[in-house]
């Protein structure tokens, strides 16, 4: 089955740092992939997503590339506030079949010092 | 965007009584509902998933007598905790998506807490 996998948190920066959150994920058909943010007792927030391969998506400075070859959807910021504090969850979604089927990783903590 | 709300946000209740979730899609017709729990240490697992006017499919381990799943309407679906227990406390999410759409959209969560 469809499987995502994030690495695990939290990840501790300092106040303008780069980040990198890594995700890959395997899928039988040609999902749609998906960085998903969640704030202290929130719900979660589309924070971006691609459709194909080789698609960027990319909102409020974060960018994530859908690289097939590597199976990968790394998401990157090159520096990073104390408000982007949060969780974030990759995801997945496979249409095969004809059916919806959302796939979560385990989401990552981040943690931005000033 | 779509914005989906959820009622109550915070609920707490006494073990063995029934607590009702609602989650409405405000601006579009959801076809697809998702129902999730979230754990301590944030991990999200996915209960059920509805479809408007069918039986809710539920997830491996979900005990569909325990949570029941309404989607009686293209912008309303309801989740039901029977006799909830202390071990039933926690963060409930629900999603919604619509016809031909490949993302979901979050409601804000309900806290739910039994005693």
């Known amino acids: 089955g469809d499987s995502v996998t994030q690495m695990e948190g939290p990840v501790t920066l300092s106040e303008e740092a780069f980040l990198t959150i890594n995700c890959t994920y395997t899928?039988?058909?040609?999902?749609?992939l998906f960085w998903y943010v969640q704030y202290p007792g929130e719900g979660l927030q589309l924070l971006l997503k691609?459709?194909?391969?080789?698609d960027k998506g990319s909102n409020k400075g974060f960018e994530a590339t859908y690289r097939k070859e590597t199976t990968s959807f790394h998401l990157e910021k090159g520096s990073v506030q104390v408000s982007d504090s949060a969780v974030y969850f990759c995801?997945?979604?496979?249409?095969?079949?004809?059916?919806?089927?959302?796939?979560f990783g385990r989401g990552t903590s981040l943690i931005v010092h000033p | 965007g779509a914005v989906v709300s959820q009622h109550p946000s915070r609920v707490i209740c006494k073990s063995g009584t029934s607590v009702k979730i609602e989650c409405r899609s405000l601006?579009?017709?959801?076809?697809?509902m998702f129902w999730y729990r979230q754990f301590p240490k944030q991990s999200l697992m996915l209960m059920a998933t509805?479809?408007?006017?069918?039986?809710?499919?539920?997830e491996q381990g979900v005990e569909k007598d325990k949570f029941l799943i309404n989607h009686a309407s293209l912008t309303l679906s309801t989740l039901t905790v029977t006799s909830a227990h202390p071990e039933d406390s926690s963060f409930y999410i629900c999603?919604?998506?619509?016809?031909?759409?490949?993302?979901?959209?979050f409601g804000p969560g309900t806290r739910l807490t039994v005693t």
């Open positions: 999603s919604a998506a619509g016809q031909g759409y490949v993302e979901q959209y």
């Open positions: 899928a039988t058909g040609y999902p749609s």
């Open positions: 691609a459709t194909k391969a080789d």
């Open positions: 995801a997945l979604s496979d249409a095969s079949g004809g059916s919806y089927i959302p796939t």
């Open positions: 601006d579009f017709q959801a076809t697809t």
């Open positions: 509805s479809n408007e006017g069918s039986k809710a499919t539920y």
